[in-house]
């Protein structure tokens, strides 16, 4: 992994980037307000500085910058493989600094509007959809030491990272 020059700029904010697998990837989760689709983990301020905000999937490919997409399935599955396996990728993406992913355990909230699992899951949402009510996403949880495949409902809020077209 190296560092790169790249940086995204959404609205106010620039995020860093890292490159990753050939990839330029977000090195922290979107916090961009929305008028709808999005939320700071109950409702708290400080939560979306540090975790970013949640989004519905809609939300998640309506805030895509131009020259930026959300990840597919594909992109997703080959960014673990390239740590090793999603045991290994666990721990490669929750590594912070510079030159690394920077995965938070932000939670998310559920398609009923409960917020669960902050400091215990980091969920993304993919781009790729799974019929028209759901879509794929990755998530990790604090106690497993894994990266999951897993299909969840599309108005649930999950965080969001793009990569570079």
């Known amino acids: ?30 916090n961009l307000e929305l008028n709808h689709g999005c939320w700071v983990y109950e409702e708290n301020s400080l939560y979306g ?20 997409h959300l990840p597919s399935n594909e992109e997703w599955d080959a960014l ?7 045991k290994e990728a666990y721990h490669q993406l929750l590594k912070s600094g510079d030159n690394a992913f920077n ?18 899951a980091a969920d993304f949402w993919t781009s790729t959809e799974a019929g028209k009510a759901n879509a794929w996403l990755r998530y990790m949880l604090y ?12 108005r649930c809020g999950f965080s969001v990272r793009y990569v570079k077209d």
């Open 1 to 30: 992994m190296k560092n790169n020059d790249t940086t995204l700029k959404i609205g106010d904010k620039v995020y860093p980037t890292v490159k990753l697998n050939n990839q330029i990837w977000m090195a922290e989760n979107l």
């Open 49 to 68: 500085e540090w975790f970013g905000r949640l989004y519905t999937w809609d939300a998640a490919m309506e805030a895509c910058p131009k020259g930026w």
């Open 80 to 86: 673990i493989e390239s740590f090793g396996g999603e």
């Open 103 to 120: 995965a938070r355990f932000a939670g998310y909230r559920s398609h009923d509007g409960i917020f669960l699992s902050i400091e215990r």
């Open 143 to 154: 106690k497993k030491e894994r990266v999951f495949k897993l299909i969840d409902d599309k």
